[in-house]
């Protein structure tokens, strides 16, 4: 577990989020940050990125949460700059300007934290991925297209060609469809089972096994998933356990605290009344 105010370094050892909306809100997904250690070397560079961030991140963070929630959700990840603009500034821009071709081949080195090309970070994007990160208690996030996106990202950063994952068989449909239609073609395998039958879990998992997939709770069919029996499932096994956490959002269930390693949240839904 990670992610309390008090205990800063297990919360830069751990957590990590990624956000993004198909319908203009933000959608998010998240990572605890021991999960670094399960992406295989072809894990995307916004992964690395973001992980890699979680220090800069620390420090907005802990200001943010010496707050409640409801301000976390208001305020989480901006700190006003000289400017003093209490809303977020909106950086519209694709590139960026580097004071020097060496700290430009830094940067892209990913030997120092800065911004790139907007694709990968963006200022604003940035405050987005922080506050979700901060109300999960995580320590880094990403900014994705869509919550589908996410679950894709977050699958595809942790398996590769021949590796599987044990599913939940009661998901959401577009996310069901993704992992039974679409991740196959990449060689992954979901494998889907009774996700409260900790002993099917078990059963399921095998050397390619890369990560145990679940809903807080699920859409539609409200199946509530045991996430401390997960997540001791997942630590035993030595793989993550990845959390949708879009039914209940952060202010309901933090998945972090019951053995998540990966949130992955979906904006569109009932996070997109609060924003
Ligand atoms: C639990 C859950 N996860 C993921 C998604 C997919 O999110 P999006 O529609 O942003 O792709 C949804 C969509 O309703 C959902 O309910």
Known sequence: MLLRSAKPALKAAY?????GSSVGRPAAI?????AKSFL???????FYRSISSTTQLQMSKDADLVRGFESICLHGGYLPDETTSRGVPLYRTA???????????????????GNIYTRIMNPTTDVLEQRFAAMEGGAAGLALSSGTAAAFNTVVNLCEQGDN???????????????NDIIPKFGINAKFVDICDPQAVKDAIDDKTRAIF???????????SP????????????????????????????????GGELVVLDCDMLLSIIF
């Not at 295989?40 to 916004?46: D, F, I, L, R």
């Not at 996430?227 to 949708?244: F, H, N, Q, R, T």
């Open 214 to 224: 679940c809903e807080t709770v699920s859409n539609p069919a409200l199946e509530i």
């Open 95 to 113: 590139p960026y300007v580097f004071e020097s071709s060496d700290k430009a081949a830094k940067l892209f080195a990913l030997e120092e934290l």
């Open 165 to 179: 994952f044990v599913s939940a068989r009661n998901l959401y449909g577009g996310t069901y469809t993704q992992f």
């Open 40 to 46: 295989p070397p072809t894990a995307s560079g916004a």
């Open 15 to 19: 957590s990590y989020v990624a956000i």
């Open 227 to 258: 996430l401390e029996e997960l997540g001791e499932i997942a630590k035993e096994a030595g793989i993550p356990l990845v959390v949708d956490d879009t039914f209940t959002t952060p202010y309901l269930t933090k998945p972090f605290e019951w």
């Open 30 to 34: 998240g990572i605890s940050g021991a």
